[in-house]
């Protein structure tokens, strides 16, 4: 089962990895994917002392999209967050292959979502500035 997790997970080269505190609140933390055990579906983690992590229900999300939020891309896997070695783990729990069915579901609630918060508030689809965000892009990749 957890074959299918490392292949998808293997697409991304890293993952968000939430969990929570020891205060109960949620934490999220990027972590990378290469190393996620496919016959195990365990991937040892590094976490921020300052994030005081919990052992606790967790999630590795990933996901990709262009510039243009097309060619979405996406994958979860739900697990628990343990305390291993004087380390951390991600324990995988659950595992369910993204179909193309929900991704067509997701995109177009997405679009009903977006074009019914503009309507309430009787506002146009914005329209993106394209040659700005290039050349913010092109002045970033130069430093």
């Given at each position: 089962m957890w074959a299918e997790a490392a292949k998808r997970l293997s697409r991304f080269p890293e993952a968000v990895l939430t969990a929570f505190d020891t205060d109960g609140y949620p934490v999220s933390v990027r972590v990378e994917t290469r190393d996620y055990d496919a016959t195990t579906g365990e991937l040892a983690v590094t976490l921020p002392e300052e994030l005081h992590a919990a052992e606790s229900p967790a999630n590795l999300l990933c996901h990709f999209h262009d510039d243009k939020l097309w060619h979405l891309d996406s994958t979860q896997v739900k697990g628990r967050l343990r305390a291993r070695d004087?380390?951390?783990?991600?324990?995988?729990?659950?595992?369910?292959?993204?179909?193309?069915?929900?991704?067509?579901?997701?995109?177009?609630?997405?679009?009903?979502s977006g074009r019914k918060y503009l309507d309430k508030r009787g506002l146009a689809r914005p329209r993106v500035n394209w040659a700005a965000v290039k050349e913010i892009r092109r002045r970033a990749t130069q430093k």
């Open positions: 004087g380390g951390w783990v991600f324990v995988s729990e659950m595992f369910t292959p993204p179909s193309r069915l929900q991704m067509v579901s997701f995109l177009r609630s997405t679009h009903t």
